[in-house]
């Protein structure tokens, strides 16, 4: 089986900047599309970024120019570069990795537990 660890959460100030860092490990062939979801207090999950094996990347539009997500192949990681960050990007950030397990098998999505963000004065 695959886990998904994120780490880098915490509180900030607004404008300040956080750097979430996403690891996955297990038996693992490779990794298609990785991404960035999060989900605040009585709303829905919803998608921050995600980038594609060959770094094609998409954001959220309320967080294009303060956010940039990127990966290493090599170290299955993702991370998610947080800048002038505001009181509503507080949420549980979660990131997810669709994972081959055989080189002809489907790619499968799995989820980390998420880590908090919370930005506030």
């Known amino acids: 089986q695959v886990q998904l660890v994120e780490s880098g959460g915490g509180l900030v100030q607004p404008g300040g900047s956080l750097r979430l860092s996403c690891a996955a490990s297990?038996?693992?062939?490779?990794?298609?599309?990785m991404g960035w979801y999060r989900q605040a207090p009585g709303k829905q999950r919803e998608l921050v970024a995600t980038i594609t094996s060959g770094g094609n990347t998409n954001y959220k539009d309320s967080v294009k120019g303060r956010f940039t997500i990127s990966r290493d192949n090599a170290k299955n990681t993702v991370l998610l570069q947080m800048n002038s960050l505001k009181p509503e990007d507080t949420a549980v950030y979660l990131c997810?990795?669709?994972?081959?397990?055989?080189?002809?098998?489907?790619?499968?999505?799995?989820w980390g537990q998420g880590t908090q963000v919370t930005v506030s004065s």
């Open positions: 297990g038996s693992i062939f490779s990794i298609n599309a």
């Open positions: 997810n990795a669709d994972v081959k397990y055989t080189q002809l098998g489907r790619a499968y999505r799995t």
